[in-house]
Structure formats: C-alpha cells, structure tokens
C-alpha cells in the first residue's frame, strides 16, 4: 500500500503537534520562551549611541532642489500623498539641465564646506576631551 501524501499527510502531523507537552502551555497559545532574548534588542545594544553634538550631514543638491515640493503643492493642492510629490520633484530633477541644476550644486557645495568645517573643530574637541580623560586617569 502506499504511503499517504499531500493532504492526508498534513493531517496526521497536525494532529500530533496538537498534543500538549509539558514545556508548553495548553492552549491555542504558546508559552512565552524563557530567557530568550530578540534580535532587535541584541541589535540595539551593539549600537553605538548617537552622539546629539555631532553637526547634522549636509545636503545633497537633489535635497536643496526639494524647496520643489512647495511650488508643486501650490500647483497641486489636491495631491497629498509624499510619494507622488517625490516622484515628481525626481522626474523635475532629472529633466534638468546641468546649467538649471548648477545653482543647488553651488548651494549644495557651500553647504558641504561649512559641515566639513563643523566636524573638523567636533573631532578636535573629542580629540581634546580623550586627552583630558586620560590624563585624569578616566580614559583607556
């Protein structure tokens, strides 16, 4: 005789599944897991914490071109989603010409001067506040 397949099959492991066992608990739920900790967690524990002194990243010229989304509501005061606002500020961008676009790359530039400037002087003083710590003794 053969051997059972497909749904007959299913059948008879679920059935066995639905036995209770001592570790678990009887129910259609299962007990909590002991001691079990979840990736996320772990995740987030690993991650260095942020640092809120740190200078915020410039912008890209795509992102200073955005200032877009305020004449395009204007225009389109019915279109409230984010998408379709993003979507059309990528496809006003890339019909751009390089000479339409070079004034947000200067801006972009500019932008790009002052953050480098910002973090020079923060990893001096995380430089500087090392040395202090480690000539008090505190630092590694």
């Known amino acids: 005789m053969k051997t059972a397949k497909g749904k007959d ?6 059935k066995e ?3 209770p066992v001592d ?4 129910g259609k739920r299962k007990a909590p897991p002991a001691e079990k900790v ?5 995740r987030k524990e690993k991650r260095a914490k942020k640092d809120p ?11 200073v071109f955005l200032d877009f989304r305020t004449t395009f509501k204007k225009e389109n ?14 496809q006003k961008w890339k019909s751009m010409s390089p ?17 480098e400037k910002l973090m ?9 506040g090392v040395m202090n710590l480690k000539s008090l003794g505190r630092g590694e």
């Open 9 to 14: 099959k299913a059948k008879t492991t679920t």
């Open 120 to 128: 020079d002087a923060y990893n001096k003083n995380i430089e500087e």
């Open 99 to 115: 000479t339409e676009k070079a004034p947000y790359e200067e801006k972009a530039a500019k932008r790009k001067a002052e953050y």
């Open 53 to 63: 002194n740190k200078p915020k990243r410039a912008p890209s010229a795509f992102f």
């Open 38 to 42: 979840s990736k996320r967690e772990t």
């Open 77 to 90: 005061p019915n279109v409230k989603a984010v998408s379709a606002v993003g979507k059309a500020a990528g």
């Open 17 to 19: 599944a639905l036995k």
């Open 23 to 26: 570790d678990r608990k009887v």
